[in-house]
């Protein structure tokens, strides 16, 4: 089966700063692929490697299993990270270039752009100039010139960031709806809540490495129902006290602990409602975020 | 040539074309030209004096041939061809023209008086009286408020001359056939002053000439810095790591280049077009018409695109160098002094190729393709050079383009996705390496 997009063994330094160290990835055909990692992490480096924007040092980048070229790249939308818009461009002149470039006809983006601007709720603006657009909005017609040539795979830097909440939902949206037409979409984010759900396959890189790698479902398995959520009323700082309790996320009112080996979650809860009142008990999986921290300070970079 | 670079240059056009700042400056444009091909035809005009004169003739046959030659005519009614476009029409731009005003009163002595009055009065400029003996003596008379209009009088004793030799050839028996082909140096010497009036006119004209190449100066840095502005600004919007993934940063360029360019050659065009239209239309336009104005050399007009695309090219890709390296405009000035030197150190050979236009020193200096914008196209508008030095220089500043594009795209690639500190020269030049 061929991969929408993978890299084998790609590395790139600048100067004396290594970005990346010679990164494995592979991205199925139709599947939502994040890119995980803190700041720094070597994603957009990575990214812009798979864009053929900046070259590996070593390794190889295939495109639904080639080399990339003109019409692969035609295939692929990208919203970097960085986002931005000719100012003092019309907004429909504006994804009218940005898709002729990726060889869509004038006529033919203008149809297709008209739906997707009244669904952002951007209705009516097209004939603004991006600098009459508020930063969001701006963000939005990013977001539509990433898809106006209905590639076959998305790649999205950061996608949520700079969003408000209507926004982000906005945008998962549209995202879960092109991944049911089919569209591989390849996702970065330095804030795994926020794209764990919708991922099927992620990977976590850190410092230029990769820590985990697989399906979504496989990586919290392996780790088990390890940890509880209670939500409370009362002080709970003593709960980390509690025998069995490696460790507590502590929000005031609502604490996730994570038991250590042969902790029995009954016992928790008992000593947990004899001094407070408990609104919700649940034993989970443990959360992208916590096992990314798990396994960062366990090999310490 | 990739499809992509079309798509680039139609936006980078459209972008240009439509500022306020390209509408304005092609609209003034012509108007600043015509007001230097009209303003000093027009001072020339001006300066021409007009000064009232009426000829007192006590002798008694002379007035008329007087008269006739102070109007510019022969002097011999015979010789007057009105229809002749050249007397239609006065070429003595910026010197005296007469208006005659006939003399009033029964005899001589009357007249004077009535002249004289008519001075003092200042109605009239200028009075001349010719003695009776004027034949004999050679001597005639200039009256005036002031007598130190030295061109008004010569043109006034040359008139007088003229008549009175005139009528003593014809009095030393010579019939008025002979007469007139004795009159002929006249004619002859009305045809040199086309002449002058026609090397006066080559002046003017040279002059536009060195205004094009002044344009071809101007306009490589100011298109030139168009480019880089654009660039910075694509970097600064982060624009830029979206077009780069959809067509190489070399397209990117060279559709900048053919983009703004041609905004560049448009207004350019507009210009020489209203330059070529005013002179074409000055016959026919009432307010311009009985002044002279110059006619550009249509080779020169021809061959001004191409010079300036060539200087655009090869100065605008260093810009656009510069831009992609840097973050602001004020970071780019450190970079800017060396990538003009080349052309200004152009403009410094100026008067050196203007005075020795055929030197082996201007052949050499016209052919580094650098200079050859400048300096070929100076050559071309002085003295024309041999075809194939012009070919040459055409072929070796193409060929830099290339060399100096290639090297720029490679400085642009690393560059337009570089933030924070701009490089030195020695960064570059590994980027270049290395690209
Ligand atoms: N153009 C560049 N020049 C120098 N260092 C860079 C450049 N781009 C990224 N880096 C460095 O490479 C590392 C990885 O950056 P990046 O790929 O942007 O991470 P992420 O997208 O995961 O936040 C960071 O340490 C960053 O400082
Ligand atoms: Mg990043």
Known sequence: ?301 | MSRDILVIAKREFIERVRTKAFVIGTILGPVFMAAIMIVPALMASKLAKSVSITVIDAEGSLRTLVEDSLRGGTGTPEAEKPEDPMNARPRNVGTTQFVIKPAVGADVAAQREAAKKAVLDGKLDVYVVLPQDVLKESKAEYYSKSVTDFEGIRAVDRAIEKAVFAKRIGAAGIDPAQIAALTRPLDLKRLRVSEEGEHEDKGISFFLSLILVMMIYVGTLMWGQIVMTGVIEEKSNRVVEVIVSSTTPRNLLFGKLVGVGGAGLLQFGIWILGLVGVSAASGSLAFLSGLELPALNPVLIAAFPIFFLLGFFLYASLYAAIGSAVNTIQEAQNFIFPVMLPIIMAMVCWPVVMRAPDSTLSVVLSLIPFMTPILMFLRMSVLMPPVWQIALSVVLTSLAIALVIWIAARIYRVGILMYGKPPNFPEMLRWVRHG
């Open chain 1, 1 to 301: 089966m061929t991969h929408a997009l993978q890299l084998k063994n790609v590395r790139k330094a600048y100067q004396e700063k290594v970005a990346v160290k010679s990164l494995d990835l592979e991205v199925p055909k139709g599947s939502v692929f994040g890119l995980l990692g803190p700041n720094g992490a070597g994603k957009t480096t990575s990214i812009r490697m798979a864009m053929d924007i900046i070259g590996p040092d070593t390794g190889e980048v295939l495109i639904l299993g080639q080399k990339t070229d003109k019409s692969l790249r035609n295939r692929i939308g990208y919203m970097p990270e960085e986002r931005g818009l000719y100012q003092k461009m019309i907004i429909e002149e504006l994804l009218v270039f940005m898709a002729e470039l990726k060889g869509v006809k004038p006529a033919e983006s203008k149809r297709r752009m008209m739906p997707w601007l009244e669904r952002l709720g951007l209705g009516g603006l097209h004939r603004k100039k991006a600098n009459e657009l508020s930063k969001g909005m701006q963000q939005k017609v990013q977001f539509i010139q990433t898809l106006l040539h209905d590639p076959e795979i998305l790649i999205l830097d950061e996608p949520m960031s700079g969003l408000d909440p209507v926004g982000t939902n906005v945008m998962r949206d549209a995202m879960i709806e092109l991944s049911r037409a089919g569209k591989t979409l390849i996702v970065s984010s330095h804030q795994m809540a926020t794209v764990e759900q919708m991922c099927d396959r992620v990977v976590l890189i850190n410092n230029g490495e990769k820590v985990l790698d697989g399906r979504v479902s496989d990586i919290k398995a392996s780790y088990g129902k390890n940890t509880l959520v209670l939500a409370f009323e009362g002080d709970g700082s003593f709960l980390k006290g509690l025998p069995g309790v490696a460790a507590v996320n502590d929000h005031g009112r609502y604490a996730e602990l994570k038991l250590g080996p042969g902790a029995d979650p009954q016992a928790i809860l008992k000593a947990a409602s004899d001094r407070l009142r408990i609104t919700k008990f649940e034993v989970v999986e443990p959360s992208l975020h916590d096992i990314f921290i798990e396994r960062v300070t366990e090999v310490p970079a």
